[in-house]
């Protein structure tokens, strides 16, 4: 609009351009059902199984599972917490679930358990969710998941699930 107020052009060039897709803000966590059969996928699935656990007890982020070291699990001031590495390489310490330390116990040294690119981790993780008909979902709904449980429990404390999530703000 500019360039044709000061005559430089006659035409709007960004008229051709589409609108950028915005993205959705609402959380889109799995549906309890589904939840539950990717929590006991078959052995084959094992550790499609095991991500499935880290990413709705945790809320982990693929990027995180994917590298996430053997030795990431440590006692705490008040129980057991998971050390993971995060989004701008900050290091955080989430409360470990139970089920989180039964996965997690087998594991050791700091080398990372999957070693894998996050997108594989996704896709994976789908291809497990499609052998029990589960189709159109993302690894990150985990994290929905966990999130929209974590407000349940703490009586909507965004701030509780903020910090949980490691958000830089509610």
């Not at 035409?11 to 051709?16: E, G, I, K, L």
């Not at 609108?19 to 699935?45: A, I, K, Q, V, W």
């Not at 909507?156 to 830089?168: F, I, M, N, P």
Request: glycine share 10%; proline share 8%.
């Amino acid at each position: 609009n500019d360039l044709i107020r000061l005559g430089w052009v006659d035409n709007d060039p960004m008229a051709r351009l589409k609108t950028p897709h915005t993205p959705r803000r609402s959380p889109r966590p799995l549906p309890n059902g589904e939840l539950d059969l990717l929590m006991h996928l078959p052995d084959e699935f094992k550790r499609e199984r095991e991500w499935t656990t880290l990413g709705a007890y945790s809320g982990l982020r693929a990027g995180e599972v994917a590298s996430l070291p053997g030795n990431a699990l440590h006692m705490g001031n008040h129980g057991m917490v998971l050390q993971v590495l995060g989004k701008g390489n900050l290091v955080s310490e989430i409360p470990a679930h139970p089920k989180v330390v039964e996965i997690l116990e087998q594991y050791s040294g700091p080398e990372p358990i999957w070693d894998m690119w996050p997108t594989s981790v996704n896709r994976a993780w789908q291809r497990a969710g499609r052998s029990v008909g589960i189709t159109g979902r993302v690894f990150h709904q985990l994290r929905h998941s966990y999130a929209t449980r974590l407000y349940v429990v703490t009586g909507g404390s965004l701030l509780a699930v903020a910090s949980a999530c490691r958000h830089a703000s509610v």
